[in-house]
């Protein structure tokens, strides 16, 4: 499986620990940036890996900004993305399993690099059960649409 990521300049220095962990659980890695501490803007980020997982270059995405909401959001605009922002890990888990979710966010102001391993290591683990919460899934892409639900 391949993972995309991506951070602000806010995030940097969160991801590649990030990076290094995700390969240490045995997954590929695409770094989609940036590789500087220079002030950029995150909903640029926030596409590339949306992009990305839409296309199915990479089968997930995970992204870091100072709250994790801001590059979610962004992520969110691109059409069969399901971006979640989480700071702990049940939640990552849950989004997982109930809401088929493919990206993951977080913020590097809010959770430490230990947490947000534990948060990434729960939210990859976790599989979409389908059942009850395929039908809402697909509500949800109804609503992307302009479907009724």
């Not at 969160?14 to 803007?41: A, C, H, M, N």
């Not at 926030?46 to 839409?54: C, E, F, I, L, Q």
């Amino acid at each position: 499986m391949k993972i995309g990521i991506a951070s602000d300049h806010v995030g940097i220095e969160l991801k590649p620990i990030i990076i290094d962990y995700i390969k240490e659980l045995g997954y590929e890695v695409e770094d989609f940036g940036p590789q500087s501490t220079e002030r950029t803007d995150y909903p640029k980020y926030g596409k590339k890996v949306a992009d990305s997982v839409v296309s199915k270059d990479v089968d997930l995405g995970i992204l870091i900004c100072g709250t994790g909401v801001g590059i979610s959001i962004a992520a969110n605009k691109v059409k069969g993305i399901r971006a979640v922002v989480c700071s702990e890990p049940y939640t990552a888990r849950l989004s997982r399993e109930h809401n088929n979710t493919n990206i993951l966010a977080f913020g590097s102001r809010v959770i430490g690099s230990e947490l947000a391993k534990m948060i990434v290591q729960q939210w990859l683990e976790a599989e979409f059960e389908g059942g009850r919460h395929a039908n809402r899934v697909k509500m949800i892409g109804n609503i992307e649409e302009n479907f009724e639900c």
